[in-house]
T-cell receptor, first 114, second 110 residues
Framework: EAEVAQSPRYKITEKSQAVAFWCDPISGHATLYWYRQILGQGPELLVQFQDESVVDDSQLPKDRFSAERLKGVDSTLKIQPAELGDSAMYLC????????????FGPGTRLTVL | SQQGEEDPQALSIQEGENATMNCSYKTSINNLQWYRQNSGRGLVHLILIRSNEREKHSGRLRVTLDTSKKSSSLLITASRAADTASYFCATDTGRRALTFGSGTRLQVQP
């Protein structure tokens, strides 16, 4: 069964360093989502792509976060510089199209900022 | 901000018992979905119920939706230790991606 791939699974970094996360969605899925999940809470959307275009990045802290999906396939989420409050699970999900489809989640990247 | 709020925040039951968790939301929705998350893992879709549906079943899962009260419930019957996880409701308002609640942590004791 096809799965969403994410790497790395775990990342420990120091404050003010740059970090990057990678996501490979299920083949053929046009919509890709990046979520941040703080421990004990539900996921919150950071950015949504439809193919290579950003559909929604209203909750993305653009002063330090950036995301791209250049060829409309895999995607990279970057944080520069990392802050202590960025410690969280970063989840990638994909769906065949925007809207009411089920979302398929990857295993996530657990980020710890020291 | 989170649209849905689950209740209870945590639930501990014995294997074989039924588990019920509730979700309340604030705005009109197209559909409501339930997801499960095992510790340290991604979310897995369980079931979707549309705004014009009142009840839906999938295996040991039963979901109800009351749009007049803006609430939903998830019932897991004959629970198993493997059902131990966090359960999240997520609402689709048609305006942006899913909005997740804060989750119910379910512990099933063997």
């Amino acid at each position: 069964e096809a799965e969403v791939a994410q790497s790395p699974r775990y990342k420990i970094t120091e404050k003010s360093q740059a970090v990057a996360f990678w996501c490979d969605p299920i083949s053929g899925h046009a919509t890709l989502y990046w979520y941040r999940q703080i421990l004990g809470q539900g996921p919150e959307l950071l950015v949504q792509f439809q193919d290579e275009s950003v559909v929604d990045d209203s909750q993305l802290p653009k002063d330090r976060f950036s995301a791209e999906r250049l060829k409309g396939v895999d995607s990279t989420l970057k944080i520069q510089p990392a802050e202590l409050g960025d410690s969280a699970m970063y989840l990638c999900a994909s769906s065949p199209r925007t809207g009411t489809d089920t979302q398929y989640f990857g295993p996530g990247t657990r980020l710890t900022v020291l | 901000s989170q649209q849905g709020e689950e209740d209870p925040q945590a639930l501990s039951i014995q294997e074989g018992e039924n588990a019920t968790m509730n979700c309340s939301y604030k705005t009109s929705i197209n559909n409501l979905q339930w997801y499960r998350q095992n510790s340290g893992r991604g979310l897995v879709h369980l079931i979707l119920i549309r705004s014009n549906e009142r009840e839906k079943h999938s295996g040991r899962l039963r979901v109800t939706l009351d749009t007049s009260k803006k609430s939903s419930s998830l019932l897991i019957t004959a629970s198993r230790a493997a059902d131990t996880a966090s359960y999240f409701c997520a609402t689709d308002t048609g305006r942006r991606a899913l909005t997740f609640g804060s989750g119910t942590r379910l512990q099933v004791q063997p």
